[in-house]
């Protein structure tokens, strides 16, 4: 998105936003009929698939987010967080709103793509390219959660037992660093400023809310981390 403008309707009434950009994009092409009460889910993700790497290098995943209000493609640089809140929202769709084959088939190949995105050490790179190459590696673990919530979406459609493993290996390495566990350095340092951030506490508890809706041996450990979560905040 364009610098500055905010993406959907916030509460200073903002109606300009860039999820709005897209609806009149393509109610003026004639793809979209506002009445329809499901039309905004489906054409959003439809949007994403239209413009995936389904098609490109064998196993190299399938959301590219370097798009322009109309869905072109100006890099190919792949952001990791994104592929797994890509598979999260396509199977997402698929558990609650419709069997769509495309949504399946697209979400399988995020979760095939899913370990070119991470090191030898467990933790996922943050972008990578095309063909699933690291570019960088940060101190946050987005990619990680985003990842776990996007298999365990997986897992209740499947119920493949490696995309359970899968998730629950995610998951883990998230709270790793979300506990102290494994260790990252700190953006600021604490000895000059005493701060904590609320972004990591609240994703936490998210990521484990889903984790706690599947049907696995785990639900009371993924209760008490959201119990945690929520002292915390």
């Known amino acids: 998105k364009r610098p500055g403008i905010v993406v959907h309707d916030d509460d200073n ?10 609806y009149s994009y393509l109610i003026d092409k004639g793809e979209y009929n506002p009445d329809d ?7 959003a993700i439809s ?30 640089d792949k952001s990791v967080w994104f592929q797994g809140r890509a598979l999260w929202s396509f199977m997402k769709a698929y ?23 991470t090191d030898t ?8 390219t095309k063909d699933g190459r690291e570019l960088q590696k940060r101190r946050y673990y987005f990619s990680e959660t985003f990842a776990a919530i996007g298999c365990a979406e997986l897992f209740k459609a499947t119920g493949r037992k490696e995309v359970l493993e899968s998730a629950e290996k995610y998951f883990t390495v998230a709270y790793e660093c979300f506990t102290g566990v494994r260790t990252n350095p700190p953006k600021i340092n604490p000895e000059n400023l005493g701060t904590k951030a609320l972004s ?3 994703i936490m508890l998210s990521t484990a809310q889903t984790m ?7 639900k009371d450990w993924y209760n008490t981390i959201c119990k945690e979560c929520l002292d915390e905040i």
């Open 13 to 22: 009434g903002t109606v300009n936003t860039l999820v709005n950009q897209l």
């Open 200 to 202: 990591p506490a609240m």
């Open 47 to 76: 949007f994403f698939v239209k413009t995936s790497d389904m098609q490109g290098v064998t196993g190299a995943g399938v959301t590219l987010n370097e798009l322009d209000e109309k869905g072109e493609i100006y890099g190919t």
């Open 212 to 218: 706690r809706s599947m049907e696995s041996d785990k």
């Open 121 to 128: 050490d467990g933790r996922m790179f943050f972008t990578v």
């Open 37 to 43: 009460e499901n039309a905004k889910n489906f054409y």
């Open 95 to 117: 558990n609650t709103i419709e069997k769509n084959p495309e949504y399946l088939k697209a979400a399988e190949c995020i979760y095939d793509f899913l370990p070119k995105c």
